[in-house]
């Protein structure tokens, strides 16, 4: 049996009594080094961008350029149906004494009435399906920023906090190596620290790893360098509006409308209502010995469109549309349903779950107090102690990240109710 003298015991209790106030420390500091993360902003800062700005610049990076379909021309062009065309005619009389004649007609094929009233609501319909693509294109760029910068801040926090886990576990390995020394404590609870530094090393690593490749992911959709200054959104209580009238407005449903608008005018347009008129204006020169006559003329064919002979195939195009429209809309709707109330879920589910996880950390932080007063009367073993610590550290870890996995749901929330950023 080892005999330790009465000052090696003394001094061992001092460095119990520093461990367990080095340990007390490591969970004041630690939490705060956590929320410092959550609100300090992500690297190139500087520039103070927005979430707007973010949201400019991937439209502008990814941005092709349409075309609008109108061309500019004079008002009156409106009216044709076709190009013009122009026919020619020349009759030679083979007769001594008959005549020759010479033709030439400008032919305009006239949209009807009808018609042109299409045309003027498709160019109209046009216009509204360009605005509802592009609401459509933002939001899209705002879902991959979103998604880039919480999934980005989410690793950044663990990269962070397990940094600080590692400080507050090299301190705790360096003062148990010196009570090992003094055959104060067991091999047992060094190797316990050490494997816990380990894996909080390889959890780091890939923290780090996922954080890399959200940022480069975020650079590569916005094409900047900054992340924006506050990434935080408004966040109106969406959940008290009606689910239909608010998923209504969504611009993937905006858009299906204005294309199906767009396809039933052009189903009109194409109908025997829209038959164009032709309207032929001819010059006719008859030449006969000794005399030549000039004749001057119009003409105009109007299809008898009251018939509404409307072909089977025609109908059947129409019919089959508007199902096929219906149907997607259907698909759609419940796909936008179903996201909306999976996030209005996660959002009440998160918030309970911070209830509990405060209350963890409140009742670590008084099982902290409990075991520095046990250690201090070296009433506790040291694995216990090292226990209690990590459990400590890592409630307010969970606490603190669940903080932020509300504001991302708040986030993508407004996402699946179609509203960009």
Known sequence: MKIIHPTAFLTLHLRRLRLSGCLAAALIVCPLSALSDQLTNSPGQATQITLRDALDAAIKKGLVQSDTGQTASHRAYQWLAASPSISANYLDSREQLGSNETELSLNLPLKSRYQYQADKRLRALTASGQE???ALQALYYSGLIRKAIWSYRIAQFKHQSGKEKLRVLGDLEKRQTELLKVNAIPRYALLMVQKEITSTELDTLRAQQEASRWLASYRQTTGLDSLPASVLEDTPSLAMRPETSLLEGH?????????WRQHQTM???SSSRAEPWALAISAKEIDTSGFTETQLGVGLQVPLTFFKRNAQSHRSEHINA??????????LFLALLDEWQQRIQASRS?????????ENVSLAKGINVQVQSLSARNELNPEIIIRRTLDAIDSQAA??????????NHAMLRQAAGISL
């Open 322 to 331: 508007r199902t096929s429209y219906q149907q997607q809309r259907s698909e």
């Open 399 to 408: 606490a603190s990240l669940n903080q932020i996995l509300i504001h991302q």
């Open 251 to 259: 611009p993937a449903l905006l858009a299906l409308d204005a294309q």
């Open 267 to 269: 189903l009109q347009i």
């Open 350 to 358: 998160l918030q309970q779950q911070q209830t509990l996880l405060a």
């Open 132 to 134: 509802q693509a592009t």
